[in-house]
């Protein structure tokens, strides 16, 4: 069975009074959790051992980091490196969230590499995809996301797959209060599991939970969770509320 899991990306947000506020909120009213129903809170890189420590001894709820940089060490001023956050208590690493990508230009070849340095540092990768306004209104979107996973995730050998959640995050749905319907949801998340199945084999591709993100919130999760390929989301805005992010949460644990 695969993991079902709920992510906050807090992107660039809070101080760290807010941070730890904000998880203890959230560790308190958290509901039961399993071994497939993940928590990841992916607080901004200063505030990862505050998080770290307030999840400390938690079961089944986990730090989790925004970026890392494709080299393991070195001049490389500003950067954070993947074996800084293995040992900072970080589980999950984002990586290609279409901001880092539109905004600081990552290529697929970087992020393939990040990819890599992440597994090997033993930790998850939460790989980001999803096409801008124009590619769906061009109705080329399945053509899109096909290319980013293929140039920066599918080079891993079916045996790193279980170390690997992606998220479909449609920009034209990020942060603008516009969700992707359930039918838009679904039909990329089956054709992303499809992507999977012809590279990996059906079975790997059955495994890998796949996050839907975008404009995620209390009220509509239910119904995006209840999708057939839909396993969870990658939230933020709604992150960065206890209550809100809870009640996500919840319906992840209903679903
Ligand atoms: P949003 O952001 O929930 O604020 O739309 C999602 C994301 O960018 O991960």
């Given at each position: 069975m695969r993991k079902k899991i709920v992510a906050g990306n807090w992107k660039m947000n809070l101080t760290m009074q807010e941070g730890a506020a904000l998880v203890a909120g959230i560790v308190d009213g958290l509901p039961v959790l399993s071994d497939n129903k993940h928590v990841v809170i992916a607080s901004p890189f200063v505030h990862i051992t505050q998080t770290a420590k307030q999840l400390?001894?938690?079961?089944y709820i986990y730090t989790g980091a925004q970026n890392c940089y494709q080299e393991s060490a070195g001049a490389y001023t500003g950067e954070v490196s993947a074996s800084m956050l293995k040992s900072a208590g970080v589980a999950y690493v984002i990586l290609g969230h279409s901001e880092r990508r539109q905004y600081f230009g990552e290529t697929s070849e970087q992020l393939a590499a990040r990819v890599h340095l992440v597994l090997n540092n033993g930790m998850k990768v939460i790989f980001c995809c999803g096409e801008p306004l124009e590619i769906r209104d061009a109705g080329t979107e399945n053509a899109w996301v096909e290319t980013q996973l293929r140039e920066g995730l599918f080079h891993l050998p079916a045996s790193q797959m279980e170390h690997v959640v992606i998220a479909y995050e449609p920009i034209w749905a990020i942060g603008t209060g516009r969700t992707a319907s359930t039918e838009q949801a679904q039909q990329m998340h089956a054709h992303i599991r499809a992507v999977m199945a012809d590279v990996y084999g059906a079975d790997v591709a059955a495994t890998v939970p796949i996050l839907y993100g975008g404009s995620c919130k209390p009220s509509n999760a239910a119904e995006l969770f209840?999708?057939?390929?839909?396993?969870?989301g990658l939230i933020g805005?709604?992150?960065?509320k206890a209550e809100d992010f809870l009640g996500i949460v919840q319906a992840m644990v209903d679903a």
């Open positions: 400390e001894g938690k079961e209840a999708c057939a390929d839909v396993d969870g805005g709604a992150a960065l």
